[in-house]
Nanobody, 113 residues
């Protein structure tokens, strides 16, 4: 099982960012994809999950209205898009699957003025 994430992103406040997570080595629709972020000096923070089979999502309350999870079954790729970025969104964003047994390498998102 491998989860390969897209590269680092730099954004200005108020803009959006979209991070990808390409899955391989298993049947993509069989497991949820979870998204977790970790800001500098802080612990991991769950953002929610998507069921790639039917696109069903569950967002953490904190992110509702600003985050969107999608999954493309044709490419076995999941995406997280975060809008209206703030400096507090600077973090490493991770995807995970298999009940958190398998993790992507992380994507650094930096929001700066």
């Amino acid at each position: 099982v491998q989860l390969a994430q897209s590269g680092a992103e730099l954004r200005n406040p108020g803009t959006s960012v979209k991070v990808s997570c390409k899955a391989s080595g298993y049947t993509f629709i069989n497991y949820y994809i979870y998204w977790v972020r970790q800001a500098p000096g802080q612990g991991p923070e769950g953002m929610g999950r998507i069921d790639p089979e039917d696109g069903g999502t569950n967002y953490a309350q904190k992110f509702q209205g600003r985050v969107t999870f999608t999954a493309d079954t044709s490419t076995s790729t999941a995406y997280v898009e975060l809008s209206n970025l703030r400096s507090e969104d600077t973090a490493v964003y991770y995807c995970a699957t298999g009940g958190f047994a398998f993790w992507g390498q992380g994507t650094q998102v930096t929001v700066y003025t």
